[in-house]
């Protein structure tokens, strides 16, 4: 049974499938297998009889008939998609084309109909494509890009041996049935892939067609608002440039099958003769096709890109042109390497460009991809053969010959453009990409405060009785700079609402409005409500600390508004004013009393210029936690740069690192200056507060802090990176070569934890470590993600992270996209390996054999003797904490020798209970 797991995985592993999809990717495999049997027996006995039928130069007036027969299969289909689902729509098309073949194959046996053989060749390309566009379609609704990029060229394969059993059966059935006789098989084959298809289910390929309204269309339209051809035929430029690009590449392999066909037509005369040669060559062409689509050609886009995948066909045939132009014998040399190059063009098209070709519209809605495949291949195709037949007929000599090495200089001119348009594409894929994902989220239209109606509005809500929107109105209205401010905080002091006036009182005071003054004695005098008297008090001591001390003196208030008295006289910067907070902030600190203590250290925080250092060393060894912990904070906040030492003593001699962090902040970058920092010999998990604290300043010397520590790589490290990103800074380039360091250890580290996890997936003894071991590499994933947006595009890369830990699985894999776009190739591949490893849920098997016992006993022994940089502290106590569980006499040994990072509390506590749980 494990053999015989191993060997389907290994077959995953050489398809680039996981075990989820292999179903799915089996069952559209055997349809398109069949449907290749089929045209390709259609493909072969139609281009014979043709061939053996007619001259040569009568194949320009195939291109144009099936131009037109096209054209009239496409509206005929377009119908059909926008009423049919995708199933019943592919199966509805194998009907029809099943029925059109018998009819032609009984005339053909029944009559002898002359021009049979010119209509069934281009009636062929009609069945081709139309059952293409039928299968391509349904199967593009069922991945997303991301699958699609995987899954279409292992799908699309099944098409490759069909056609090399179809085509070497021609050459082997041909002079034995006849030529004629080979479309039974043709028509056999279609009702086999009928049904297959008939067996398959799929939620999506049944469901009804769905059709976006209006308002999608123009989120997708691209750079810009179109109107005319564009938006109403294409709905977007993506679709748009890829139906230019398609064109394109439709003449280039129309013609180059003209010219192909034309010179093998001059070699062979009979129909068993065209037949032989015509199904060897296609066969030995699949045959190239297949070994490179399903081992190469997925990986060969992810490798390359999916855009830059389109250059290697153009790359590929301008080389061979080049090389038949520079024979000297183009007779001889020159007919064989341009037969070479029609099989590359044909194993190069089927491996690499069809499935890249296809995944080009993943981006879209499902009924926009429909759509885009018809319009770039149905709607292209047949006005590619109408140029293809012009061509033809304009350049060709009286025998309807045309000379290859005027062929050569037409192709270098097709692959240029086909190669220019690549860029184009690459371009609108990444403009799609980025609309998908902007999709559904907020974009209205900014609120104007300096506008005359929005401020209007703004000064009609003062009048509303809900006191949110008064608040909110008198907000904007003073960030808008409104000129009159003053006269309206001035006559809202008078509302009855207590959280108006509060606030109204608070900008008072920040503007250092002295014309307030009036209407403040005025309400004090007026016994104001003890809610609303301690703020009118404030302000008071705030504008005129005489008249305030005339009237309400310290000594004869209460605690509550003595307070706010000496808050109001903690603002102002003037000597007097300060010298009154200082005494009584030093009488508060001598009471025997934690509220007075507090209070002290309220007003010390206010106080912007005193001098309080005594009091805060007095506070700072206060036997209290909370006035400890007040007094960290206050130190910070009045920069007391003297008390740093004691500061960072007292807080790990205390162990309060929240207190400390608040300091540390509130001191700012200057605090990170190496002044300040040197020998202060931090426990560990200290060191890991400044760094995370050091993330949350800006400033050069939090930044010169964190850069010391890319170079140390262990956990401290990955604490840096998140430090650095959250800074939203531009590193310098020492800083950027550090990080670059950093990040591919970081990915190398990453290969042995995907190794332990997949060794372990199926042993459900070790659930708890195998979500340890899924945990830290989404941990990893996420910091790796984090340096990445710190060396490249950080706008996009924010937006592809933030699409990751949503929950919309298009969204994600659009946003994978938008990622592989913006980081280097080399990075990009290990990345996508650990998204899709993190990604994927699969559920674990229950399994006690030995072979997974000895798995399970190697996998925790790596993790727990390996260097400290390979796991995590967490999943090392994890697999720790399992040991007395599993009781095996192997991973108890291990609890014999130290551990790496044995130091860590954590760690060394987990092996401390491990070993009074276990006899040695």
Known sequence: MR?????????????????????????????????????????TSALTLFLATYPIKELPKVSLLA??????????????????????????????????IALTWLEATLFSITWLPFFLSAWNMVLYMVIGYAFWGMAAIIFNVRESKRIFSVVGSGDIPAKIIGYAAVAVLAPIIGVINVLAISMVALLVAYYYLQRFNHPVIVAPPHHDHPEHHASTHGHGEHTGLISRFFE??????????????????????????????????????????LGIYFAVGRVLAMFIKLLFSSRVINRLGLTNSLLITPIVLALVTMYILQTSTPTNTGLIAFGVMVLLSEVLKSAVQEPAFFVLFQPLQPHSRLKGHLITKGYTMPFALLVVGLYAFAFRDSHGDISISFVCYTLILLIAVWSGMVFLIKKEYLHTLIQALKKGYFTGTQLFLTDKPVRELLLAKLNSPKPKEVLVALELLERSGYKQLNQVLLRELNNPDLSIKKYVLSRIKHRHLTAALPVVQQQLASNSSSEIKPDLLQVFYFLSPEQAQEFYNLKN??????????????????????????QEVAALTRS?????????????????HGDFETSLRSLLHDASPIILKKALEAIGQVKAFALWPDVVATAVKQNTPTALQKAILH????????????????????????????????????TQYLLPYLQK??????????????KKISLPDAGKTELTRWLENKLEQTRPKINALTRLRSDSVVELLCQALKSELKQDLEVILQACAILYDRPHLERVMQLIQSRDASRIFNAIEVLELHIPRRYFTPID??????????????????????????????????????????????????????????????????LSQEANFLLRETKQFALSQVAI
């Open 3 to 43: 053999e015989k797991l191993g060997m389907q995985t290994g077959i995953y592993q050489l398809l680039n499938i996981k075990p989820a999809e292999a179903r799915v990717v089996k069952q559209l495999f055997l349809v398109q297998f069949f449907l290749g049997v089929g045209t390709s027996f259609l493909f």
């Open 67 to 100: 131009a037109g027969l096209l054209l009239v299969a496409n509206y005929g289909y377009a119908r059909l998609e926008a009423t049919l689902s995708a199933k019943k729509l592919l199966q509805v098309i194998i009907l029809f084309s099943v029925a059109s």
């Open 236 to 277: 977007n430029n993506l679709i748009f440039v890829i139906a230019i690009w398609s064109f394109v590449g439709f003449v280039l392999y129309s013609l180059l099958d003209y010219t192909f066909l034309t010179e093998i037509k001059v070699k062979y005369k009979t129909s068993h003769e065209l037949a032989s040669f």
């Open 557 to 582: 208030l209460n605690f509550a508004d003595k307070k706010a008295a000496l808050l109001g006289l903690a603002s102002r910067p003037d000597a007097s004013s300060l010298q009154i907070v200082q």
């Open 592 to 608: 025997t009393h934690e509220a007075d203590k507090l209070l002290a250290l309220e007003i010390i925080s206010t106080a912007p």
């Open 667 to 702: 001191f700012g970058d200057a605090i990170f200056a190496p002044a300040y920092l040197t020998n202060l010999n931090l426990p560990a998990s200290f060191a890991a507060l400044f760094i995370k604290t050091a993330g949350s300043v800006q400033g050069p010397l939090s």
């Open 713 to 726: 790589q262990n956990e401290l490290t990955d604490l840096a990176v998140n430090a650095l990103y959250r």
């Open 833 to 898: 390996a650990l998204l899709e490893f993190t990604l994927e849920n699969q559920t674990n098997l229950t399994s006690n054999s030995s072979a997974e016992i000895a798995v399970r006993n190697a996998v925790i022994t790596e993790i727990l003797t390996t260097t400290e940089t390979s796991f995590s502290v967490w999943t090392k106590s994890v697999a720790l904490y399992l040991i007395p569980d599993l009781q095996d006499p192997e991973l108890t040994q291990i609890l014999k020798n130290p």
